[in-house]
Protein backbone atom coordinates (compact mmCIF):
# COMPACT_ATOMS: atom_id res chain seq x y z
CA UNK A 1 0.00 0.00 0.00
CA UNK A 2 2.72 2.11 1.05
CA UNK A 3 4.27 1.91 -2.57
CA UNK A 4 0.81 2.65 -4.36
CA UNK A 5 0.12 5.56 -1.96
CA UNK A 6 4.22 6.87 -3.55
CA UNK A 7 3.24 5.86 -6.71
CA UNK A 8 0.00 8.08 -6.96
CA UNK A 9 1.60 11.26 -5.38
CA UNK A 10 4.88 10.77 -8.17
CA UNK A 11 2.08 10.28 -10.72
CA UNK A 12 -0.17 13.75 -9.55
CA UNK A 13 2.90 15.24 -9.26
CA UNK A 14 4.51 14.72 -12.22
CA UNK A 15 1.41 15.41 -14.62
CA UNK A 16 0.47 18.05 -12.25
CA UNK A 17 3.62 20.15 -12.62
CA UNK A 18 4.19 19.46 -16.19
CA UNK A 19 0.56 21.05 -16.83
CA UNK A 20 1.55 23.85 -14.90
CA UNK A 21 4.40 24.34 -17.31
CA UNK A 22 2.43 23.76 -20.47
CA UNK A 23 -0.39 26.24 -19.19
CA UNK A 24 2.78 29.28 -18.82
CA UNK A 25 3.89 28.18 -22.50
CA UNK A 26 0.51 28.27 -23.99
CA UNK A 27 -0.10 32.03 -22.22
CA UNK A 28 3.34 32.95 -23.86
CA UNK A 29 2.55 31.80 -27.33
CA UNK A 30 -0.99 33.51 -26.79
CA UNK A 31 1.02 36.65 -26.29
CA UNK A 32 1.42 36.82 -30.19
CA UNK A 33 -1.12 38.64 -32.40
CA UNK A 34 -3.91 36.72 -33.79
CA UNK A 35 -3.83 34.53 -37.09
CA UNK A 36 -6.13 32.53 -38.77
CA UNK A 37 -4.74 29.14 -39.88
CA UNK A 38 -8.15 27.60 -40.07
CA UNK A 39 -8.45 26.72 -43.68
CA UNK A 40 -7.13 23.16 -45.54
CA UNK A 41 -8.30 21.32 -42.87
CA UNK A 42 -7.27 17.98 -45.03
CA UNK A 43 -4.31 19.50 -46.01
CA UNK A 44 -3.26 20.15 -42.75
CA UNK A 45 -3.60 16.55 -41.33
CA UNK A 46 -1.73 15.47 -44.21
CA UNK A 47 1.31 17.90 -43.32
CA UNK A 48 1.23 16.75 -39.80
CA UNK A 49 1.04 13.02 -40.79
CA UNK A 50 4.49 13.25 -43.54
CA UNK A 51 6.30 15.89 -41.67
CA UNK A 52 5.27 15.22 -37.78
CA UNK A 53 4.50 11.88 -37.62
CA UNK A 54 6.37 10.37 -40.98
CA UNK A 55 9.30 12.16 -40.41
CA UNK A 56 9.67 13.21 -43.86
CA UNK A 57 11.96 16.09 -43.91
CA UNK A 58 14.76 14.17 -42.04
CA UNK A 59 15.58 11.65 -44.75
CA UNK A 60 16.84 14.56 -46.74
CA UNK A 61 19.57 13.21 -44.82
CA UNK A 62 19.46 9.80 -44.58
CA UNK A 63 22.44 8.48 -41.66
CA UNK A 64 21.17 10.86 -38.91
CA UNK A 65 17.88 10.30 -39.88
CA UNK A 66 17.68 6.41 -39.46
CA UNK A 67 19.24 6.92 -35.71
CA UNK A 68 16.72 9.61 -35.23
CA UNK A 69 14.02 7.34 -36.21
CA UNK A 70 15.31 4.69 -33.65
CA UNK A 71 14.95 6.47 -30.75
CA UNK A 72 11.99 8.18 -32.52
CA UNK A 73 10.13 4.88 -32.61
CA UNK A 74 11.47 3.22 -29.41
CA UNK A 75 9.60 6.46 -27.49
CA UNK A 76 6.69 5.26 -29.36
CA UNK A 77 6.59 1.57 -28.20
CA UNK A 78 7.62 2.30 -24.59
CA UNK A 79 5.01 4.63 -24.20
CA UNK A 80 2.53 1.20 -24.22
CA UNK A 81 5.10 0.08 -21.64
CA UNK A 82 4.76 3.41 -19.41
CA UNK A 83 0.96 2.72 -19.89
CA UNK A 84 1.46 -0.91 -18.07
CA UNK A 85 3.63 0.76 -15.48
CA UNK A 86 1.77 3.32 -14.42
CA UNK A 87 -1.54 0.52 -13.90
CA UNK A 88 0.85 -1.60 -12.23
CA UNK A 89 1.75 1.42 -9.77
CA UNK A 90 -1.81 2.65 -9.07
CA UNK A 91 -3.21 -0.99 -8.57
CA UNK A 92 -0.34 -3.06 -7.01
CA UNK A 93 -0.66 -5.26 -9.85
CA UNK A 94 2.63 -6.49 -12.04
CA UNK A 95 2.64 -6.75 -15.52
CA UNK A 96 -0.73 -5.96 -16.03
CA UNK A 97 -1.25 -6.95 -19.52
CA UNK A 98 0.76 -10.02 -19.40
CA UNK A 99 -2.51 -12.51 -18.62
CA UNK A 100 -4.62 -10.28 -20.93
CA UNK A 101 -1.90 -10.08 -24.25
CA UNK A 102 -0.52 -13.72 -23.95
CA UNK A 103 1.66 -14.01 -26.72
CA UNK A 104 0.95 -10.25 -28.25
CA UNK A 105 2.17 -8.82 -25.05
CA UNK A 106 5.87 -11.38 -25.80
CA UNK A 107 5.74 -9.52 -29.28
CA UNK A 108 5.10 -6.15 -27.87
CA UNK A 109 7.88 -6.25 -25.24
CA UNK A 110 10.07 -7.77 -27.95
CA UNK A 111 9.84 -5.00 -30.39
CA UNK A 112 10.01 -2.54 -27.13
CA UNK A 113 13.15 -4.41 -26.34
CA UNK A 114 14.70 -4.31 -29.94
CA UNK A 115 14.21 -0.69 -30.12
CA UNK A 116 15.40 -0.05 -26.91
CA UNK A 117 19.02 -1.63 -28.10
CA UNK A 118 18.56 0.55 -31.35
CA UNK A 119 17.87 3.53 -29.57
CA UNK A 120 20.71 2.62 -27.57
CA UNK A 121 23.16 2.50 -30.31
CA UNK A 122 21.77 6.17 -31.91
CA UNK A 123 22.11 8.30 -28.25
CA UNK A 124 25.63 6.64 -28.26
CA UNK A 125 25.96 8.06 -31.88
CA UNK A 126 24.47 11.19 -31.11
CA UNK A 127 26.77 12.06 -27.97
CA UNK A 128 29.98 11.06 -30.21
CA UNK A 129 28.54 13.54 -32.59
CA UNK A 130 27.83 16.35 -30.23
CA UNK A 131 31.41 15.96 -27.99
CA UNK A 132 33.75 14.44 -29.68
CA UNK A 133 33.25 14.54 -33.99
CA UNK A 134 33.28 18.77 -35.09
CA UNK A 135 30.40 18.85 -36.97
CA UNK A 136 30.39 22.44 -38.09
CA UNK A 137 26.36 23.36 -37.24
CA UNK A 138 26.85 22.03 -33.47
CA UNK A 139 30.44 24.43 -33.07
CA UNK A 140 28.73 28.12 -33.72
CA UNK A 141 28.69 30.10 -31.14
CA UNK A 142 24.52 30.38 -30.16
CA UNK A 143 25.16 26.69 -29.32
CA UNK A 144 27.67 27.55 -26.41
CA UNK A 145 26.72 27.19 -23.18
CA UNK A 146 23.69 25.90 -22.03
CA UNK A 147 22.23 24.81 -25.63
CA UNK A 148 25.34 22.11 -25.62
CA UNK A 149 24.46 21.35 -22.00
CA UNK A 150 21.27 20.43 -22.39
CA UNK A 151 21.50 18.57 -25.52
CA UNK A 152 23.46 16.40 -23.44
CA UNK A 153 21.21 15.98 -20.69
CA UNK A 154 18.81 14.51 -22.82
CA UNK A 155 20.84 12.01 -24.12
CA UNK A 156 22.03 10.67 -20.62
CA UNK A 157 18.57 10.40 -19.44
CA UNK A 158 18.10 8.23 -22.64
CA UNK A 159 20.96 6.10 -21.50
CA UNK A 160 19.81 5.59 -17.86
CA UNK A 161 15.63 5.18 -18.88
CA UNK A 162 17.20 2.39 -21.49
CA UNK A 163 18.98 1.01 -17.91
CA UNK A 164 16.20 0.76 -16.26
CA UNK A 165 14.28 -0.61 -19.11
CA UNK A 166 16.95 -4.03 -19.04
CA UNK A 167 17.43 -4.09 -15.19
CA UNK A 168 13.83 -4.24 -14.81
CA UNK A 169 13.47 -7.00 -17.49
CA UNK A 170 16.66 -8.71 -16.72
CA UNK A 171 15.63 -9.10 -12.82
CA UNK A 172 12.07 -10.38 -13.69
CA UNK A 173 13.19 -12.82 -16.00
CA UNK A 174 15.87 -14.21 -13.90
CA UNK A 175 13.09 -14.35 -10.91
CA UNK A 176 10.62 -15.89 -13.32
CA UNK A 177 13.04 -18.52 -13.97
CA UNK A 178 12.68 -19.38 -10.69
CA UNK A 179 8.99 -19.42 -10.45
CA UNK A 180 9.95 -16.01 -8.07
CA UNK A 181 8.36 -13.41 -9.93
CA UNK A 182 5.47 -11.36 -8.92
CA UNK A 183 4.01 -13.28 -12.04
CA UNK A 184 2.16 -16.36 -11.37
CA UNK A 185 3.98 -19.34 -12.91
CA UNK A 186 7.58 -19.65 -13.89
CA UNK A 187 9.90 -20.30 -16.89
CA UNK A 188 10.73 -17.80 -19.75
CA UNK A 189 8.63 -14.87 -20.54
CA UNK A 190 10.26 -15.36 -23.81
CA UNK A 191 11.75 -11.65 -24.17
CA UNK A 192 13.82 -11.35 -26.75
CA UNK A 193 17.00 -9.36 -25.20
CA UNK A 194 16.27 -10.11 -21.86
CA UNK A 195 16.29 -13.89 -21.68
CA UNK A 196 19.26 -13.74 -23.41
CA UNK A 197 20.88 -11.60 -20.87
CA UNK A 198 19.52 -12.56 -17.98
CA UNK A 199 21.19 -16.11 -17.13
CA UNK A 200 24.49 -13.65 -18.26
CA UNK A 201 23.97 -10.74 -15.94
CA UNK A 202 21.10 -11.93 -13.27
CA UNK A 203 21.56 -15.39 -12.26
CA UNK A 204 24.11 -14.73 -10.15
CA UNK A 205 22.19 -12.89 -7.79
CA UNK A 206 19.73 -14.42 -4.99
CA UNK A 207 16.12 -13.73 -5.09
CA UNK A 208 15.99 -11.06 -2.57
CA UNK A 209 19.09 -8.75 -4.75
CA UNK A 210 17.04 -9.73 -7.60
CA UNK A 211 13.41 -8.58 -6.43
CA UNK A 212 15.59 -5.06 -5.31
CA UNK A 213 16.99 -4.74 -8.95
CA UNK A 214 13.57 -5.29 -10.73
CA UNK A 215 12.31 -2.83 -8.10
CA UNK A 216 15.06 -0.88 -8.99
CA UNK A 217 14.60 -0.84 -12.86
CA UNK A 218 10.73 -0.14 -12.30
CA UNK A 219 10.68 3.21 -10.62
CA UNK A 220 13.59 3.98 -12.12
CA UNK A 221 12.17 3.69 -15.66
CA UNK A 222 8.65 5.97 -14.32
CA UNK A 223 11.14 8.66 -12.49
CA UNK A 224 13.46 9.15 -15.67
CA UNK A 225 10.26 9.45 -17.70
CA UNK A 226 8.46 11.92 -15.49
CA UNK A 227 12.00 13.83 -14.79
CA UNK A 228 11.79 13.88 -18.80
CA UNK A 229 8.59 14.77 -18.92
CA UNK A 230 9.14 17.96 -17.09
CA UNK A 231 12.17 19.01 -18.21
CA UNK A 232 10.47 18.99 -21.64
CA UNK A 233 9.23 22.66 -21.39
CA UNK A 234 12.78 23.55 -20.84
CA UNK A 235 14.53 21.93 -23.28
CA UNK A 236 14.55 21.96 -27.37
CA UNK A 237 13.24 18.43 -27.09
CA UNK A 238 9.86 19.95 -26.33
CA UNK A 239 9.64 19.60 -29.98
CA UNK A 240 8.39 16.09 -28.95
CA UNK A 241 5.31 17.75 -28.07
CA UNK A 242 5.32 20.80 -30.50
CA UNK A 243 6.34 19.21 -33.47
CA UNK A 244 2.46 18.33 -34.24
CA UNK A 245 0.46 21.69 -33.71
CA UNK A 246 3.05 23.25 -35.64
CA UNK A 247 3.16 21.14 -38.85
CA UNK A 248 -0.38 21.32 -38.37
CA UNK A 249 -0.75 24.97 -38.29
CA UNK A 250 2.06 25.37 -41.07
CA UNK A 251 1.73 28.03 -43.40
CA UNK A 252 0.34 26.21 -46.48
CA UNK A 253 1.31 28.60 -49.30
CA UNK A 254 3.93 28.99 -51.88
CA UNK A 255 8.07 29.35 -50.52
CA UNK A 256 8.10 33.35 -51.28
CA UNK A 257 4.39 34.61 -50.63
CA UNK A 258 4.76 37.27 -48.14
CA UNK A 259 1.95 37.95 -45.65
CA UNK A 260 0.52 41.80 -45.76
CA UNK A 261 0.15 44.03 -43.27
CA UNK A 262 -3.43 44.65 -42.55
CA UNK A 263 -2.86 47.98 -41.47
CA UNK A 264 -0.94 49.60 -44.84
CA UNK A 265 -3.91 47.07 -46.71
CA UNK A 266 -6.70 49.01 -44.94
CA UNK A 267 -4.81 52.44 -45.96
CA UNK A 268 -4.40 51.19 -49.62
CA UNK A 269 -8.21 50.21 -49.62
CA UNK A 270 -9.24 53.61 -48.48
CA UNK A 271 -7.20 55.25 -51.40
CA UNK A 272 -8.62 53.42 -54.16
CA UNK A 273 -12.59 53.88 -52.39
CA UNK A 274 -14.35 56.23 -54.40
CA UNK A 275 -16.75 56.75 -51.45
CA UNK A 276 -13.98 57.64 -49.31
CA UNK A 277 -13.95 61.06 -47.68
CA UNK A 278 -10.30 61.63 -46.80
CA UNK A 279 -10.95 65.01 -45.32
CA UNK A 280 -14.52 63.82 -42.94
CA UNK A 281 -13.95 63.82 -39.36
CA UNK A 282 -13.00 60.07 -37.82
CA UNK A 283 -15.76 58.76 -35.78
CA UNK A 284 -15.37 59.27 -32.06
CA UNK A 285 -14.11 56.01 -31.13
CA UNK A 286 -12.44 54.55 -27.85
CA UNK A 287 -8.60 55.79 -27.77
CA UNK A 288 -6.85 52.73 -29.19
CA UNK A 289 -3.13 52.70 -29.60
CA UNK A 290 -2.08 51.65 -33.57
CA UNK A 291 -0.96 48.62 -34.34
CA UNK A 292 3.08 48.99 -35.07
CA UNK A 293 4.28 48.25 -38.19
CA UNK A 294 6.33 44.86 -38.30
CA UNK A 295 7.68 43.85 -35.46
CA UNK A 296 10.07 44.87 -32.81
CA UNK A 297 9.68 42.99 -29.94
CA UNK A 298 8.01 39.11 -29.80
CA UNK A 299 4.57 40.66 -29.08
CA UNK A 300 4.59 42.31 -31.94
CA UNK A 301 4.86 38.71 -33.95
CA UNK A 302 2.02 36.16 -34.45
CA UNK A 303 0.97 33.44 -32.54
CA UNK A 304 1.96 31.17 -34.87
CA UNK A 305 5.78 32.93 -34.81
CA UNK A 306 5.60 32.07 -31.21
CA UNK A 307 4.96 28.65 -31.40
CA UNK A 308 7.54 28.41 -34.09
CA UNK A 309 10.39 29.37 -31.34
CA UNK A 310 9.19 26.66 -28.78
CA UNK A 311 9.06 23.73 -31.26
CA UNK A 312 12.25 24.26 -32.57
CA UNK A 313 14.85 21.21 -32.22
CA UNK A 314 18.21 23.41 -32.74
CA UNK A 315 19.41 20.97 -35.12
CA UNK A 316 20.98 23.69 -37.28
CA UNK A 317 19.81 22.19 -40.52
CA UNK A 318 18.55 26.21 -41.16
CA UNK A 319 21.99 27.94 -40.97
CA UNK A 320 23.79 24.94 -42.53
CA UNK A 321 21.43 25.87 -45.68
CA UNK A 322 21.38 29.77 -45.11
CA UNK A 323 23.70 30.72 -48.05
CA UNK A 324 23.94 34.51 -46.00
CA UNK A 325 25.64 32.13 -43.19
CA UNK A 326 27.53 30.20 -45.50
CA UNK A 327 29.50 33.18 -46.82
CA UNK A 328 30.56 34.50 -43.57
CA UNK A 329 27.59 36.48 -43.01
CA UNK A 330 26.56 37.40 -39.04
CA UNK A 331 22.61 35.96 -39.97
CA UNK A 332 22.14 32.30 -38.05
CA UNK A 333 18.53 31.49 -38.59
CA UNK A 334 18.81 29.14 -35.69
CA UNK A 335 20.10 31.75 -33.41
CA UNK A 336 16.42 34.76 -35.06
CA UNK A 337 13.97 31.10 -33.31
CA UNK A 338 16.39 30.87 -30.29
CA UNK A 339 16.57 34.02 -29.60
CA UNK A 340 12.78 34.45 -30.05
CA UNK A 341 12.17 31.67 -27.30
CA UNK A 342 14.67 33.24 -24.77
CA UNK A 343 12.72 36.55 -25.48
CA UNK A 344 9.48 35.40 -25.45
CA UNK A 345 10.22 33.28 -21.83
CA UNK A 346 11.58 36.55 -20.85
CA UNK A 347 8.50 39.11 -21.54
CA UNK A 348 6.09 35.91 -20.05
CA UNK A 349 8.43 35.92 -16.91
CA UNK A 350 8.08 39.43 -16.42
CA UNK A 351 4.92 39.45 -16.81
CA UNK A 352 3.50 36.95 -14.07
CA UNK A 353 5.92 38.43 -11.57
CA UNK A 354 5.14 42.51 -12.23
CA UNK A 355 2.15 42.37 -14.18
CA UNK A 356 1.06 42.27 -17.72
CA UNK A 357 2.00 46.28 -17.91
CA UNK A 358 5.40 45.92 -16.94
CA UNK A 359 8.12 46.89 -19.48
CA UNK A 360 11.83 46.04 -19.15
CA UNK A 361 12.84 48.43 -21.78
CA UNK A 362 13.74 45.74 -23.82
CA UNK A 363 13.09 44.27 -27.45
CA UNK A 364 13.55 40.95 -29.66
CA UNK A 365 15.20 43.64 -32.39
CA UNK A 366 18.68 45.66 -30.69
CA UNK A 367 18.82 43.51 -27.48
CA UNK A 368 18.78 40.24 -29.22
CA UNK A 369 18.96 40.22 -32.96
CA UNK A 370 20.84 43.13 -34.27
CA UNK A 371 20.05 44.99 -37.41
CA UNK A 372 22.90 43.25 -39.03
CA UNK A 373 21.60 39.86 -39.02
CA UNK A 374 18.02 40.79 -40.13
CA UNK A 375 19.48 42.83 -43.14
CA UNK A 376 21.96 39.93 -44.05
CA UNK A 377 18.95 37.72 -45.00
CA UNK A 378 18.64 36.95 -48.96
CA UNK A 379 14.82 35.66 -48.47
CA UNK A 380 15.44 32.74 -50.20
CA UNK A 381 13.46 30.56 -47.75
CA UNK A 382 16.21 27.69 -47.66
CA UNK A 383 15.79 27.81 -43.83
CA UNK A 384 11.64 27.21 -44.82
CA UNK A 385 12.81 24.15 -46.61
CA UNK A 386 15.25 22.42 -44.09
CA UNK A 387 13.56 22.66 -41.43
CA UNK A 388 12.17 19.44 -40.40
CA UNK A 389 9.52 20.60 -38.01
CA UNK A 390 8.08 24.03 -40.42
CA UNK A 391 9.36 26.30 -38.34
CA UNK A 392 9.53 29.81 -40.66
CA UNK A 393 12.58 32.45 -39.34
CA UNK A 394 11.98 34.60 -42.35
CA UNK A 395 8.33 35.45 -41.40
CA UNK A 396 10.17 36.42 -37.93
CA UNK A 397 12.74 38.39 -40.11
CA UNK A 398 10.65 40.07 -42.66
CA UNK A 399 8.70 41.98 -39.84
CA UNK A 400 11.82 42.63 -37.79
CA UNK A 401 12.71 44.68 -41.48
CA UNK A 402 9.29 45.95 -41.78
CA UNK A 403 9.59 47.55 -38.10
CA UNK A 404 12.84 49.20 -39.23
CA UNK A 405 11.93 50.42 -42.57
CA UNK A 406 8.19 51.70 -41.96
CA UNK A 407 8.88 52.41 -37.66
CA UNK A 408 12.50 53.40 -37.80
CA UNK A 409 12.92 54.55 -41.12
CA UNK A 410 16.29 52.87 -41.05
CA UNK A 411 17.31 50.78 -44.31
CA UNK A 412 20.64 50.33 -46.36
CA UNK A 413 21.83 52.24 -49.14
CA UNK A 414 21.96 49.57 -51.33
CA UNK A 415 18.26 49.21 -51.17
CA UNK A 416 17.79 52.87 -50.96
CA UNK A 417 19.45 52.98 -54.45
CA UNK A 418 17.18 50.00 -55.60
CA UNK A 419 14.30 51.22 -54.60
CA UNK A 420 14.59 54.76 -55.68
CA UNK A 421 15.44 53.58 -58.97
CA UNK A 422 12.21 51.22 -59.35
CA UNK A 423 10.37 54.11 -58.54
CA UNK A 424 11.64 57.03 -61.28
CA UNK A 425 12.96 53.99 -63.85
CA UNK A 426 10.02 51.41 -63.45
CA UNK A 427 13.51 48.97 -62.52
CA UNK A 428 16.38 48.46 -60.05
CA UNK A 429 19.12 49.65 -62.70
CA UNK A 430 19.87 53.78 -62.82
CA UNK A 431 18.83 54.25 -66.38
CA UNK A 432 15.76 55.12 -67.66
CA UNK A 433 13.19 52.64 -69.31
CA UNK A 434 13.99 54.21 -72.81
CA UNK A 435 17.72 53.43 -72.53
CA UNK A 436 16.82 49.48 -70.99
CA UNK A 437 17.78 47.67 -73.88
CA UNK A 438 20.96 49.38 -75.35
CA UNK A 439 23.04 46.53 -73.91
CA UNK A 440 22.00 44.91 -77.04
CA UNK A 441 23.42 46.97 -79.14
CA UNK A 442 26.63 47.07 -78.27
Known sequence: MLGQFLFVVVLIAGFGFFGFNISKIRKNIMLGKPLDRSDQKWKRIKTTLLIALGQKKMF???????????????????????????????TGTHRFFWPILGSVYVVLINMIEILSVLAFVATLVFLAR?????????????????????????LYLEIILLICVFTMNGADEALFLQGKSSVAGSGSFGFIVSSYTAPY?????????????????????????????????????????????????????????FSNLSSVKEEVTKMFDPNFDSYAAPPVVEEIVPDRFGAKDVEDLTWKNLMD?????????????????????????????????????????????????????????????????????????????????????LSVIIDLRRYLVMEEAKIPSELTSMLTNIENNGAPWQFSQADRYKWAEE
Open 201 to 257: FFNQFNVDTLIILERLGWWGHILVVFSFLNYLPYSKHFHIVMAFPNTYYSNLKKNGA
Open 309 to 393: AYTCTECGRCTSACPANITGKKLSPRKIIMDTRDRLEEVGRNKRIHGNDYSDNKSLLGDYISEEEVWACTSCNACVQECPVNIDP
Open 130 to 154: RNLLTVPRFQMSEMNGWPKIDGNII
Open 60 to 90: QRLLPALFHLFIYVAFLFTSTELIEIIIDGV
